[in-house]
């Protein structure tokens, strides 16, 4: 079993940076992809970055693409979201999740078996 906890989030001013940052416990997933999602009021959750092993190949949303970066380090069983120039539509719970399979990345949130509790990111204009 794989516990996640994100941490990071908070309020920041439009064009300001954060760094959210994904804990896991339980065992190692330095072989398992690893996504950052996000969800909005009455919206569904989206993907925003994905990560596979050893993190090489990464994908990104559109909205989010040249501002947002995924990375992990394997020796601290931890993955990060680095967002810069950040926007009022950025706002949302912001989930890190993992993906118990060799299958590589996924977009969507049912292909992952292990959830964070969220962290709120407000972002004023």
């Known amino acids: 079993q794989v516990q996640l906890v994100e941490s990071g989030g908070g309020l920041v001013q439009a064009g300001g940076p954060l760094r959210l940052t994904c804990a896991a416990s339980g065992r190692t997933i330095s072989s398992y992809p690893m996504g950052w999602f996000r969800q909005a009021p009455g919206k569904e959750r989206g993907s925003v970055a994905t990560i596979g092993w050893p993190g090489d190949n990464t994908y990104y949303a559109d909205s989010v693409k040249g501002r947002f970066t995924i990375s992990r380090d394997n020796a601290k069983n931890t993955v990060y979201l680095q967002m810069n120039g950040l926007k009022p539509e950025d706002t949302s719970v912001y989930y890190c999740?993992?993906?118990?399979?060799?299958?590589?990345?996924?977009?969507?949130?049912?292909?992952?078996?292990?959830w964070g509790q969220g962290n709120q990111v407000n972002v004023s204009s």
């Open positions: 999740a993992a993906r118990r399979s060799m299958l590589g990345v996924s977009t969507l949130p049912a292909d992952y078996n292990y």
